[in-house]
């Protein structure tokens, strides 16, 4: 059973083709299933997020399972399957595995470090899971995959730098704040990037969040979209005495929050501090006023130049972040390999211990005035037989489980013993590989 | 057997300071986790030590000024936990945890311990309460130290990974005025018992220590009465909050020096 990874991102392939791919949240299970049903395919995992379409599957003949899939992704996308295929990387077993720990990381991201894609990753897995597409391999695959990503949030620093201008106002407020919660925020002016600082700082449990404007019906417009209440602009020096936190991003050619207003602004709000981020060019907010007590002014220069320096850092993390997983693909993969025999092993296992029981039974029925230490040695005996000559098999299966031929093993096994294969079904061999078989 | 003890006590403590110290910079959940075991280690040692001193010498031991700092340093432990318990504050540990640790040792040392004149309750809960009050503002102290450190960073626009490990600005005011009013109220009495006994026992003698010990009580004072009134908050007051702290230790430190 081999892992392959099918797929474009913002690497390979242009927004306007992801576009084409773009499938809803809930609809990846949809995908996964109809993976399945191409010829070859035991399990797939569908994932579609803004920055890529992937799909995971996996199956025992993965050369022609690859071609399928490609197909599938044009048929999906109404693309030529040839203008698609420049487009598409494909990555097999180890390689496949160390993508999906990649992906799920962060590492793949285009912003390295964000924190969103793991819980997309979650999401697909579980659609899929729904549509029944996952069985024993993906699941492993998955659940450690989402292992892997904790250590390397909790054991690197990728994941510690703000990764956006939103985020890092959410992260600046909150140093200043605490929990947002119960604390009020005030835009001014109506650019794209203070609504989506403003959204941000909502998610987060703002008290409440107003909105002013030279023009009230966009005030009146992004309050509605946010959630928030437009006031009027003739009460901003009101607004600015009793909220917490201020965005400013209007066209105003000069500033519209001078130092000496802001001084007064600053004892009427008795040291209680002010978060100003000061989104417009040129700006709103006259410089000066970062150095009022307790007023903190960010704008967009300040905000970049800490994102870089944060980036820098995150570079180096994801350094450290990369080797970490390559580690961990390294001790997965043997895991994963050794799966394969696992039903194998049981059958050997039971197939002999049956045969051991039967005798020790006819043994002891031949036997009847045996004692119950005699009994007692005699089943040990037969046991102990049984295991020791299990003993080489099995550990030499398991060293086997990485070779490249290991199903002619199997096969042979099976076929020398009249072993019937287990069903590698997601039901059974869980619960047999938490108790480790000991040969 | 005490030195035993006070030395096991300092040196959880002090492992505890410099786990706090380290998972400012890599944030590793089991140096925080191992940073509140060894605190809770060295606050039972911390215990176990007074224990052994009532049971080798006497209670009477515990009211001196050396029992009064080994009962201040447990006293600024156990609170240290529950504000870190309570409002999750665990990084004013750094800060803390040392005082602690000096608390600990400390009452090894200084002059044999004055006859505590156990006719008078006045002095030694004049001695308890200065303490407590002392050890409140040796709290304030750690807060404000680490609101200016914070003030300074994000006022220089600098914004690094161990910045955002800090406490925010607005929970470190809070636990701050909260102590400090709470360390005013304790003080006052202290200081009002201080002068009763002087009274009683030495006529009104005004010494360094006592003056030190009013100016202090000043200090905090106006810092409460501004934030009231004017609304002092934030860097300044933070600034007074460790220069009062100051007076407070040197309060204590004038015993150790003159017996």
Redesign the interface.
């Known amino acids: 059973m081999q892992l392959l990874v099918v797929g474009l991102n913002h690497n390979t392939a242009p927004v306007e083709l992801r576009e084409r791919l773009a499938v809803k949240p809930d609809h990846s299970g949809t995908a996964a299933n109809a993976l399945t049903e191409i010829d070859g395919v035991h399990e797939a995992m569908f994932l579609a997020t803004c920055n890529r379409v992937e799909c995971y599957v996996v199956s025992k003949t993965s050369c022609q399972a690859e071609s399928r899939v490609a197909e599938f992704l044009a048929r999906l996308g109404n693309i030529d399957s040839k203008a698609l295929s420049p487009h598409l990387f494909v990555h097999h077993d180890e390689d496949a595995l160390r993508h999906l720990f990649r992906v799920t990381s962060s590492l793949d991201s285009m912003v390295v470090g964000e924190p969103q894609i793991s819980g997309q990753v979650k999401n697909a897995y579980r659609e899929a899971d729904d549509a029944g597409s996952i069985q024993t391999v993906l699941h492993r695959c998955l659940h450690q995959a989402f292992k892997v990503a904790k250590r390397v949030r909790n054991e690197t620093g990728v994941g510690d730098h703000a990764t956006g201008l939103a985020y890092l106002a959410v992260e600046l407020a909150r140093q200043i704040f605490g929990k947002l919660s119960g604390h009020k925020a005030l835009l001014v002016g109506a650019g794209e990037m203070s609504a989506l600082a403003a959204k941000h700082l909502a998610s987060h449990g703002l008290a409440e969040l107003f909105i002013t404007n030279r023009s009230p019906e966009k005030a009146q417009d992004l309050a509605d979209e946010l959630g928030g209440r437009a006031m009027p602009l003739e009460r901003l020096a009101n607004l600015l005495t009793t909220v917490d936190i201020v965005i400013s991003s209007t066209s105003a050619p000069n500033y519209v929050l001078w130092y000496d207003e802001m001084v007064g602004i600053a004892r009427a709000r008795r040291g209680r501090p002010l978060f100003l981020i000061d989104l417009a060019v040129p700006r709103d907010i006259e410089p000066r006023v970062h150095t009022i007590d307790n007023l903190y002014v960010y704008d967009v220069d300040d905000m970049q130049q800490v994102l870089s320096r944060n980036r820098a850092a995150r570079q180096r993390e994801a350094e450290v972040a990369s080797r970490l997983v390559d580690e961990e693909v390294h001790r997965f993969a043997k895991r994963i390999q050794q799966l394969e025999v696992v039903p194998t092993i049981v059958s050997l296992r039971e197939h002999h211990h049956a045969v051991a029981e039967a005798e020790i039974e006819r043994l002891l029925h031949k036997q009847p005035d045996l004692d119950r230490a005699q009994r007692h040695a005699v089943e040990a005996a037969f046991r102990g037989l049984v295991n020791k000559l299990l003993h080489a098999p099995v550990t030499n299966l398991k060293r086997a489980s990485e070779r490249p031929d290991i199903d002619r093993y199997i096969d042979v096994l099976e076929e020398l013993y009249d072993l019937e294969r287990e069903d590698t079904s997601s039901a059974k061999v869980p619960s047999l590989a938490a108790k480790p078989i000991k040969a | 057997m005490l030195w035993a003890l006070a030395a096991t006590g300092m040196v959880a403590y002090m492992s505890a300071t410099f786990l706090h110290l380290g998972s400012l910079f890599?944030?590793?959940?089991w140096m925080a986790r191992g940073a509140n075991i060894a605190t809770a280690v060295g606050l039972v040692v911390h215990l176990g030590l007074v224990v052994a001193l009532i049971v080798t010498e006497s209670a009477a031991a515990l009211l001196t000024v050396q029992g009064g700092v080994l009962l201040g340093g447990l006293g600024l432990a156990a609170v240290y936990l529950l504000a870190g318990w309570r409002m999750q504050l665990w990084t004013l540990g750094s800060l803390v945890l040392p005082l602690c640790a000096l608390s600990v040792m400390a009452s090894r040392f200084g002059h044999e311990p004055s006859t505590p004149s156990t006719d008078s309750l006045v002095l030694p809960i004049h001695i308890i309460l200065a303490m407590l009050g002392t050890l409140a503002f040796a709290m304030a102290f750690a807060a404000a130290v680490l609101y200016v450190i914070?003030e300074r960073q994000?006022?220089a626009?600098?914004?690094?990974?161990w910045?955002?490990r800090?406490?925010?600005?607005?929970?470190l005011d809070t636990l701050g005025v909260r102590v400090v009013l709470a360390g005013f109220a304790v003080y006052t009495v202290a200081i009002l018992l201080g002068f009763l006994w002087s009274w009683q026992n030495i006529g009104l003698d005004l010494e360094p220590r006592t003056l030190l010990a009013v100016l202090t009580w000043v200090i905090y004072g106006l810092i409460i009465q501004a934030?009231l009134t004017?609304?002092?908050?934030?860097?300044?007051a933070a600034w007074l909050t460790i220069i009062g702290a100051l007076g407070a230790v040197g309060v204590v430190l004038t015993y150790f020096l003159r017996g």
């Not at chain 2, 890599?26 to 959940?29: C, F, N, V």
């Not at chain 2, 609304?231 to 300044?236: A, I």
Request: cysteine-free; charged content about 45%; glycine content about 10%.
């Open positions: 890599k944030e590793r959940p914070t994000l006022k626009k600098r914004f690094g990974p910045l955002r800090l406490p925010s600005l607005d929970k934030r004017v609304g002092w908050r934030g860097r300044k």
